[in-house]
């Protein structure tokens, strides 16, 4: 029969890429205070890496060392988890849309809940807690443009409106201004403003 340390080691196996692991996901196979133990020493055998207190992730070994799984894999577990919503930041979404080459030195991430570091092997995750206007749309591109507009600031927004509007349909404009009730007067502004003067059609006010 299987030893606790083997039936641990097929749960493991079992376990998809980035899926973030606590004492208390092993005490259907261990005992509590065993539990604890088991995740430590198979970080410190290098099956598992510790990613901030009581959380751990699988790796792949690799001649270079262990590689551990992509780091939006690991967000979305760290979201369901949680049960709270978790963005990436403004400047990654600008990245993204093409509005700025420059890539963040560090990764942030945005939420409505509790703020915290995540350490991936040399990566530093920063979690930061912001305001929940700015999760209301959750992880999608309307939720983005949301981020980046707060990023930029109203100074910079009505014109970064007018250059989104014209690969960024009519749909996820409104999308966002749907919930114009819970943004800043401005970004709502610039975003009328800046939409209303590209070649889309008028949207719904």
């Not at 198979?42 to 792949?60: E, I």
């Not at 305001?131 to 014109?159: C, N, Q, T, Y």
């Amino acid at each position: 029969m299987p030893s606790p340390a083997e039936f641990v080691s097929q749960w493991l196996d079992a376990q998809p890429e980035g899926v973030l692991i606590r004492s208390l996901d092993l005490r259907c196979m261990v005992s509590g205070n065993q539990a604890s133990r088991e995740l430590a020493r198979l970080a410190r055998c290098g099956r598992l890496m510790r990613v901030a207190r009581g959380l751990y992730v699988t790796v792949t070994a690799s001649r270079f060392g262990p590689v551990p799984p992509p780091v939006d894999k690991m967000i979305q577990s760290l979201a369901d988890i949680t049960g709270h919503a978790i963005v990436r930041h403004g400047a990654a979404a600008a990245n993204a849309l093409g509005l700025t080459t420059q890539v963040p030195v560090r990764q942030i991430y945005l939420t409505d809940g509790r703020a915290r570091t995540l350490n991936l092997g040399k990566q530093v995750i920063e979690i930061r807690r912001v305001p929940k206007w700015m999760l209301v749309l959750g992880d999608s591109l309307a939720g983005d443009i949301v981020r980046v507009l707060e990023w930029l600031g109203p100074d910079f927004a009505e014109h970064v409106v007018s250059k989104l509007a014209v690969h960024i349909g009519q749909d996820h404009w409104n999308t966002v201004l749907e919930t114009r009730t819970h943004l800043p007067p401005w970004m709502v502004e610039a975003i009328q403003n800046g939409v209303l003067t590209s070649a889309l059609v008028p949207i719904r006010r």
